[in-house]
T-cell receptor
Framework: AQSVSQHNHHVILSEAASLELGCNYS??????LFWYVQYPGQHLQLLLK??????LVKGIKGFEAEFIKSKFSFNLRKPSVQWSDTAEYFC?????????????FGTGTQLKVEL | GAGVSQSPRYKVAKRGQDVALRCDPI?????LFWYQQALGQGPEFLTY????????KSGLPSDRFFAERPEGSVSTLKIQRTQQEDSAVYLC??????????FGPGTRLTVL
């Protein structure tokens, strides 16, 4: 079965610092990849997704992620974080078997941005 | 409605009690998912519906868990004889034509 690993459980950054959150998955076939964000007190929201094509995908709020197939990775980046980016970030993979759409999530990374 | 809604938002149950959690997906979304999110973990898949058909229930942890979607819209997740290990946030999601899952706010279940 596929699995998703998020290496950093807690990250603390100062405003304007650059962000990179790691995500690795274990599955050798075709996958769709997602990053979700959960702001305090809110529900999960889709940040960005990769299905095919350009491996560098851009999402909302200045976030981007790069799919590196050879490394089974889909790291999330933002050049300059803001205090409002404080949230929990989840990486997720969907195995494209054609028979289902369930997502497998990582354990999440709690990001705190300090002023 | 504008998004996926779930009720109740919070539920406290005594061990052994039955509970029912409701999900209203986004109107027109054919597929609906249930996930369980334990404290400090990511969501874990429970079950999946396409219209009223339950196509995958491989994630249900025991036969005490049961889900239905009789008319292909609203879904109910029922947990019988709740145990303390059932305490978690239960998330519902529906999927659009671009295969993007939209999540509801969840129901936080606490079993005492």
């Amino acid at each position: 079965a596929q699995s998703v690993s998020q290496h950093n459980h807690h990250v603390i950054l100062s405003e304007a610092a650059s962000l990179e959150l790691g995500c690795n998955y274990s599955y050798g076939g075709t996958v769709n990849l997602f990053w979700y964000v959960q702001y305090p007190g809110q529900h999960l929201q889709l940040l960005l997704k990769y299905f095919s094509g350009d491996p560098l995908v851009k999402g909302i709020k200045g976030f981007e992620a790069e799919f590196i197939k050879s490394k089974f990775s889909f790291n999330l980046r933002k050049p300059s974080v803001q205090w409002s980016d404080t949230a929990e970030y989840f990486c997720a993979v969907r195995v494209y078997t054609g028979g289902g759409n369930k997502l497998t999530f990582g354990t999440g990374t709690q990001l705190k941005v300090e002023l | 409605g504008a998004g996926v809604s779930q009720s109740p938002r919070y539920k406290v149950a005594k061990r052994g009690q039955d509970v029912a959690l409701r999900c209203d997906p986004i109107s027109g979304h054919v597929s609906l998912f249930w996930y369980q999110q334990a404290l400090g973990q990511g969501p874990e898949f429970l079950t999946y519906f396409q219209n009223e058909a339950q196509l995958d229930k491989s994630g249900l942890p025991s036969d005490r868990f049961f889900a239905e979607r009789p008319e292909g819209s609203v879904s109910t997740l029922k947990i019988q004889r709740t145990q303390q290990e059932d305490s978690a946030v239960y998330l519902c999601a529906s999927i659009n034509r671009d295969n993007e899952q939209f999540f509801g706010p969840g129901t936080r279940l606490t079993v005492l």
